[in-house]
C-alpha cells in the first residue's frame, strides 16, 4: 500500500489521478492528517497497517507560498521542516520507504560556472546548497530533517511546476492575457517549465522500478522536464501556442522586463536549471521536452 500526504495539491491530485488510472492500491489524506502532529500521523500509518502492509509513503504537503513565507516563517518551517521530518520518522517507523519532494529553491540560483560552456552547467544533486529565501532555506533543511530521520529515503528536487491542480504560471498567464493588451514577463530568470503530469509519471517509475526489484540507491534525485527557457519567452510559447488552440480569442503584446521592475518580497533564482542524469539512467525515463508538453497540457485545457 502507498500513502500519499498532500493528495488535493497541484502535484498530489496529478499522483493521486494517475495511481487510480494506474490501478496501484494507495490512500491519500491532505490537512485532515497534519503533518505536523507525530500523533496523527502514527495513527494513520497504524490503522493503514491494520489493513494492509504499508511498503511507500509519498510527500507532496508543503506550505509552498514563497513570498508569503518571509513573513510567515515559523508556519513555513512548521510544515516544511518539522512536518517532512515527521513523516520521515513515520515511515521509518512503518517500514515504508519515503518519496519527498523538494525545490531548486535549495539554490542560490547564481549557477555553477563552467568553462566549456563559458556560462553555468544544470545544478547537480551533490553541488552546495545556498538557499536565499525563507521558503528555499526550509526546503533545504526539512531535505535534511528527512534524510537524519530515514535513511531509506528519496528526494526529488523539481522546478517551476505547472498542472491543472493548482495555482501556477500557466493559469496566471493566461487570466492576464484574457484581460489586458500588454503582459510584462521577467527575462532574466532562466528555468524548466515542467508539467505535474510527468512529474507523477517518475515517480510512479521510481515506485514501479523498486517494486520490481530494480536498484535504486536512495538520496536525491533531480527531475524537470528537459530544455530551459526564461519565463518571458514562456510567456510567449503560451500565448502563441494558446492562440493557436484557440484558448485566447484576443491580442495580448507580451514584452520582456527585468527582475528589477517586479520587485518580489524573494530573490528568485536567476538560473535554475537541473542536472537530471542521474534520475534518467537510475530509471531508465525518457524526460519530456517542456515544449512538447506544454503542447499536451493545453491541448488537453482546450
Ligand atoms: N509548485 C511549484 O512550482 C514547485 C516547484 C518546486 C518544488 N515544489 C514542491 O513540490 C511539492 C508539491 O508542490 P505543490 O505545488 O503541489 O503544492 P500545493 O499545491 O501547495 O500542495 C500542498 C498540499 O499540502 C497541504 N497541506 C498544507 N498544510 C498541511 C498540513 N499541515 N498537513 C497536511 N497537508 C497540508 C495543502 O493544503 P492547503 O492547500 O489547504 O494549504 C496542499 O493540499 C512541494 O514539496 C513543493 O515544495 C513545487
Not at 502492509?53 to 510567515?72: F, K, M, Q
Not at 552547467?121 to 521558503?135: A, L
Not at 530515514?150 to 501556477?168: K, M, S, V
Request: charged share 25%.
Amino acid at each position: 500500500m502507498l500513502w500519499l500526504i498532500g493528495n488535493k495539491g497541484m502535484l498530489g491530485t496529478e499522483i493521486s489521478r494517475l495511481l487510480e488510472k494506474r490501478g496501484i492500491p494507495f490512500t491519500g489524506t491532505d490537512r485532515e492528517v497534519d503533518i505536523t502532529d507525530p500523533a496523527a500521523l502514527a495513527a494513520r500509518a497504524a490503522s493503514i497497517r491494520g489493513a494492509a502492509s504499508l511498503s511507500w509513503i509519498v510527500n507532496c504537503a508543503a506550505y509552498t507560498a514563497v513570498d508569503r513565507a518571509e513573513d510567515d516563517g515559523e508556519a513555513c518551517r512548521r510544515l516544511n521542516v518539522l512536518g517532512a521530518a515527521n513523516i520521515a520518522k513515520t515511515a521509518g517507523d512503518s517500514g515504508a520507504r519515503l518519496i519527498h519532494i523538494s525545490t531548486d529553491y535549495v539554490f542560490d540560483g547564481k549557477g555553477v560556472y563552467d568553462e566549456s560552456l563559458r556560462g553555468p552547467r544544470p545544478y547537480r544533486e551533490d553541488d552546495q546548497t545556498n538557499p536565499v529565501g525563507v521558503y528555499g532555506l526550509a526546503k533545504r533543511d526539512g531535505e535534511n530533517a528527512v534524510l537524519e530521520n530515514n535513511g531509506e529515503t528519496y528526494i526529488i528536487r523539481t522546478a517551476w511546476l505547472y498542472g491543472r491542480y493548482g495555482g501556477n504560471f500557466v493559469h496566471t498567464m493566461l487570466r492576464l492575457m484574457k484581460e489586458r493588451d500588454t503582459v510584462k514577463v521577467v527575462n532574466d530568470q532562466r528555468g524548466s517549465p515542467t508539467w505535474a503530469f510527468d512529474l507523477a509519471g517518475a515517480v510512479l517509475a521510481l515506485v514501479n522500478t523498486v517494486d520490481g526489484g530494480g536498484k535504486v540507491p536512495f538520496g536525491i534525485y533531480h527531475y524537470t522536464n528537459e530544455g530551459n527557457i526564461s519565463w518571458f519567452d514562456f510567456a510567449g510559447e503560451i500565448y502563441s501556442r494558446s492562440r493557436r488552440l484557440g484558448l485566447l480569442s484576443r491580442d495580448c503584446a507580451v514584452q520582456p522586463c527585468t527582475s528589477a521592475e517586479f520587485p518580489a518580497r524573494v530573490t528568485r533564482p536567476e538560473y535554475s536549471v537541473l542536472d537530471k542524469a542521474k534520475i534518467r539512467s537510475a530509471l531508465g525515463l525518457a524526460i519530456p521536452e517542456w515544449n512538447k508538453s506544454l503542447e499536451k497540457y493545453l491541448a488537453e485545457m482546450n
